[in-house]
T-cell receptor
């Protein structure tokens, strides 16, 4: 089975709210984690990544948190906008392997 | 200028046919991949090539054969197509194998009828 999974298949929020998308991974040897956004009819697009020697990384409106103790990853989106509506995937890997993806969370933003 | 491009975008074909999907990247990356996305949006790695050499070959039927003529191209040939092969196939590339972001193409939606 997959080594990375997401807790919720769907998440609905109002425009302006903060969104939190969660992910649990099972491979303790993974040392690189990444969040992708996939809009309808398009390929996954990079949002933010984090390495295992960090527990937090911030981008523009997005923050990724990594808890290696419980093997948990989360993506926080501040002031969610309708354009954020998409499917979000977390993925993990280690050197020499391909990215392994979780099942994805569909984020719906209503205005 | 598209970084990872794959053709065709849509492919409808009958069971039993043989078809190919082409992928090219102009990023100068050493590693290329094929992923399959099923109807539930689950993305699963199929193959990975590094500098034209196969480095990952997941449990994929022998009917699927990747070919990498050079490190900028990774094509996917599928023989004797089956209904269950219907999916979206994504090509991706990364600077090296593992530990880095992968850049994805727009996908090829394959429908087998």
């Amino acid at each position: 089975g997959e080594s990375v999974g997401l807790h919720l298949p769907t998440l609905s929020v109002q425009e302006g709210d903060n969104s939190i998308i969660n992910c649990a991974y099972s491979n303790s040897a993974s040392d690189y984690f990444i969040w992708y956004k996939q809009e309808s009819g398009k390929g996954p697009q990079f949002i933010i990544d984090i390495r295992s020697n960090m527990d937090k990384r911030q981008g523009q409106r997005v923050t990724v948190l990594l808890n290696k103790t419980v093997k948990h990853l989360s993506l926080q989106i501040a002031a969610t906008q309708p354009g954020d509506s998409a499917v979000y995937f977390c993925a993990e890997n280690q050197a020499g392997t391909a990215l392994i993806f979780g099942k994805g969370t569909t984020l719906s933003v209503s205005s | 200028d598209t970084a990872v491009s794959q053709t065709p975008k849509y492919l409808v074909t009958q069971m039993g046919n043989d078809k190919s999907i082409k992928c090219e990247q102009n990023l100068g990356h050493d590693t290329m991949y094929w992923y399959k996305q099923d109807s539930k949006k689950f993305l699963k790695i199929m193959f990975s090539y590094n500098n034209k050499e196969l480095i990952i070959n997941e449990t994929v039927p022998n009917r699927f054969s990747p070919k990498s003529p050079d490190k900028a191209h990774l094509n996917l040939h599928i023989n004797s197509l089956e209904l269950g092969d219907s999916a979206v196939y994504f090509c991706a590339s990364s600077p090296d194998s593992g530990g880095t972001e992968a850049f994805f193409g727009q996908g090829t939606r394959l429908t087998v009828v």
